[in-house]
Structure formats: structure tokens, C-alpha cells
């Protein structure tokens, strides 16, 4: 029964923290560093904090109930859960289509094959890999866990390459000359915004079905799949800004690719399409597994096949990416939508559970912490729908 725990525990943290890490976590860590240069250690270890705080609450609240986001959203009010699944399919959808269209850049940074080709091949592998077993969710769970392994190690080598100022950046980290708000928001909706905000929480719950999962182990999954992803975007972190501070990061299409190139050669170019096939690949598992998991509630023929769902999620993202190919719209629209549904979704919860008629008491501190968030996300919200 331990090895079984320890398997859930793992897939989720593992899933959430590879649902964060995709095409767009990769470049806007890159841009962030080029710059606000050392001060944004500190910004990324503010973000923590807030990520920590947003998945303490969200997996404890679902798992304590045993229901899904939009299962609790429709207690609190019918019909509820059908408007905030739909936010979190579309919003998945379209980071879906990005991410297939990172895989592309990704096996074409590798191989030289073509970007749409390169896309197809990489569906076509994910939905083989998947059919071959008796079960996709086996699959999805080592999937996400060794490839999230090999970006944090390949990541790891570039950032040890390009040789960081590791003085200045220890005093930036507690006294930055720059805080950049618009960055510390951005890089927390895309650690724990829209459907990623639920990705762990509804893969333990599935987990709970057939294993005997804690809720102080649900704690540490929650904590442990935000510090994995955390350190993906320190280390890469550290390699752009050992590449920026010798001002050899220039202005290019792909900063990120541009850094692996700069701090370790073509070598480091090859490594750069490794780490973003195996972030676009996992984030597009994470995406279709979370997006299934809220349509499944609502329609009979998922709840039997969700396997069957996801292959047809990805098969259906996919044809829209070889078919449109502008995945650059659909990313910024997909970004607006996250940083939308995660207040909303976060006052949803903390609402349910503060009611008095809940048989779940939820945390006072917990409780506190989350609302501050919410409030802060929310206000963020607002200026940038005025500003547009």
C-alpha cells in the first residue's frame, strides 16, 4: 500500500508541475531575465509563495471533499461548474494548440524536420505510445515524471555552463533594484493559472480512487509539484542571466533557444530542443488530462472512456494547429483567459468551503491566505482588461 501512495503522490506533483513548464514557461522566464537581469531572483521566489499558497488551498479543499472544481462550483450554485469547465476546456484548448506547436520547434530544433511535420510526428508518437497500453493514465504518469526529470538535468548543465554572477545575484534575491508587478503576476498565472491550477488536485483525487492517500501527503504532493516546476524556471533562470549579464543575449525569435546556443554551443542548441519537445510534450498530456476531467462530469461517454477523450482532445488540437498554424494569438488569448479563471476559480472554492452548512471546515489560515491572493489576481485582472 506505501509503493501505491507514493505512486500518486508523485503523479500528481509531477503532473502539475510539468502542466506548468511548457512553451511559453520556457520564453517568458527568458525575456523576464533578459530584463530585469538579477532582480527577478527575487520576484521568482515572491511568485513561490503565492504559487504555494493557491495549490495549499485548491488540492486541499478538493481532495477533503472529494470532488472536482467544478463538482464543488455546482454546489454552491447549479450550473456553476458547467460555466467554469468550460473557461478551463477552452483555456486548454488553446495552450494545447500551442504546446503542439512547440513540440514542432522542439523535434525541429533537433532533427531539422519541418515545424508542422515535426508536430504530427510527435502526436502521432504520443497517441501510439498511448493506444499500446492497456491504459493511458499509466503511461501519461511515467511520461511526465522521466521527461520532467531530463528538462530539470539538461537544464541544469546549460545553467552550470554559462557561469552566472552568483555574488550579485545573492544580494538582488533579498534587495532587487527593480520589482516588476506585471512580471511576478505573469509568471504566477502561468505556474498555477487556468487548467494548470488543477491539474495535480484532479489527478490525486483519480488517485484516490484505488489508493490510500493522506491529506498531509496531498499537502506535500502540492508543495513538492510547485518546487519542481520552481526550480526548472530557477535554473533557467541562471543560465539566461549568465548569458545576459555578458550582454550576449541578443534579440531573437527564441531567447530561450538563443540561450542554450550562447552557453553551450550547437551542443546546447540540440539540448534546447530536447528540454522544449519534452515541456511542450508533457504539457500537452497535462492539458488534455485536466480538460478531460472537467468534461467528464457532464458527458456519460467521457466518464466510461476518458483514454478515449484525450486522444481525441490532442487529435482535435493538433488538426487545428496543422490546419490555422497561429498559435501565437491563441497563446495570448489562452494567457487572458488563465489569468481570468484563477481568481475566479479560487473565490469559487473558498466560498463552498466558508459556508456554514460545508461538513469540511476549511483551515482560518489557509482561508486568509487565499483570499488575499484572489484579491491581489483580481485587482491585476481588472487593470489589465482597462488597459486593453
Known sequence: MKNKTSSGFWAAAFLMATSAIGPGFLTQTTVFTQELLASFSCIILVSILLDIGVQLNVWQILFARRQTANQVADTLLPGLGKVLALLIV??????????????????????????????????????????????????????????????????????????????????????????????????????????????????????????????KSVRRSAITGILTASIMRYLLFLAALGVASRGLLSASGNPSAEVFRQAAGETGFRLFG??????????????????????RSYLPWLDKHPEKGIQVFIISSAIFFLFWGKPVQLLLAAGLINGIILPVSLVILLVAVGNKKSSYQHPRSLQIVGWLIAALLTWTTIQVLLQN
Open 274 to 295: 530536447i528540454v522544449m519537445w519534452c515541456a511542450a510534450v508533457t504539457s500537452v498530456l497535462g492539458s488534455a488530462y485536466t480538460s478531460i476531467s472537467f468534461a
Open 90 to 215: 477552452m483555456g486548454g484548448f488553446a495552450f494545447n494548440i500551442g504546446n503542439i506547436a512547440g513540440a514542432g520547434l522542439g523535434l525541429e530544433t533537433v532533427t531539422g524536420i519541418p515545424n508542422r511535420i515535426s508536430a504530427a510526428i510527435t502526436v502521432g508518437l504520443i497517441l501510439l505510445l498511448m493506444m499500446s497500453r492497456q491504459r493511458a493514465l499509466p503511461f501519461m504518469d511515467q511520461a511526465v515524471k522521466w521527461m520532467g526529470i531530463s528538462m530539470i538535468i539538461l537544464t541544469g548543465y546549460v545553467a552550470v555552463s554559462s557561469a552566472p554572477p552568483l555574488g550579485e545575484l545573492a544580494i538582488q534575491t533579498i534587495l532587487p533594484t527593480r520589482f516588476d508587478y506585471k512580471a511576478l503576476l505573469t509568471i504566477v498565472g502561468g505556474t498555477v493559472g487556468g487548467y494548470i491550477c488543477f491539474a495535480g488536485a484532479h489527478r490525486i483525487l483519480e488517485a484516490s480512487k484505488t489508493e490510500e492517500i493522506t491529506l
